[in-house]
């Protein structure tokens, strides 16, 4: 249980951290520390001028990793992102100029506005956490944590993206507006400077390494293990369904409940964590059909019914005797 407790003190100095500037979004912060200590991406949605660049910078800077921003246009190439090999005359050899990619942090802004192939650029990255450039290999940094923004793919200029690459984010996130006393708040906190500036990191590499490893060992009973697997089949039958979860989307749910648990101070999983993190880890991996979508039915709507039919586990769930 201390192990526990180390994961949640953390994550409450980050959240105390990322508050001196970002107002009323404590469970916004919650998330993507989840997102961190499961080595995953998170992908933020919401319209312009919500917060979204601002969160992502305020995380980078509470993490104390090299931090990047990458612009997303759509003239942008992937060479942009990933890197060059340049020739060097005075050594009469190629050698490699990293992409922002290369940084512990990134932060992929408006990710929506490039197209496809400069979009398809960040898969390995995301997925191996690695890039190729001229047929050699390059590690990524540890940690690396991708945020991205995304505009809503309504608004003019901007391209949906690739199914497989929407699979990699962890989790979507969406801000939304605050409310009347929130931005009055803002007004205040932002009249004079802006308090991005006095950020102090509050982790390193080896705590968040601790961190990780803290999370996979939370306890997942047999019966919390059934219950997501029969959300996950749910998702596959379900009459409005064309594409359900995937073995990597259960994958992702599962660890993000671990760390959810975790950073909340329990040492095991209940039910709440899985309905609290089906909405931002699965929504966005299912594909409604043609008639759910004409009937405009959204993927939150289907989430709601599953877990609303099925029975939630009764049984003991916690540890028995600190034991698996």
Known sequence: ????????????????????????????????LVALFCEGHVLLEDVPGIGKTTMAKSLARSLGADFQRIQFTPDLLPSDITGVSVYNR????????????????????????????TQSALLEAMEERQVTV???????????????????????????LPEAQMDRFLMLVAL?????????????????????????????????RQAVKICRDVYVSSAIEDYLLDFAAATRNDRAVELGLSPRGTLALFRTCQALAAVNGR???????????????????????????LRGQKSGEVLA????????????????????
């Open 176 to 208: 939304g507006y605050p409310n009347r006393e929130e931005e009055r708040s803002i007004l205040h906190r932002f009249r004079n400077a802006n308090p991005l500036v006095d950020l102090k990191p509050q982790l390193d590499n080896e705590t968040i």
């Open 1 to 32: 249980m201390a192990q526990v407790e180390l994961v949640q003190r953390i994550a409450r100095q980050v959240r105390d951290n990322v508050a001196q500037v970002i107002v009323g979004k404590e469970h916004v912060v919650e998330l993507m």
């Open 134 to 160: 001229d047929g050699v290999t390059h590690a990524l940094p540890y940690p690396f944590f991708l945020m991205a923004t995304q505009n809503p793919v309504e608004l003019e200029g901007t391209f949906p």
């Open 267 to 293: 040492d095991y999983v209940i039910p709440d964590d899985v309905k609290r993190m089906a909405t931002v880890v699965v929504g966005h991996r299912l594909i409604l059909n043609a008639d759910a979508r």
């Open 305 to 324: 019914r599953i877990l609303a039919a099925l029975p939630v586990p009764v049984e003991e769930l916690r540890p028995v005797d600190g034991g698996r």
């Open 90 to 117: 005075r050594e009469d050899a190629f050698e490699f100029r990293p992409g922002p990619i290369l940084a512990g942090v990134v932060l992929a802004d408006e990710i929506n506005r490039a197209g496809p192939r």
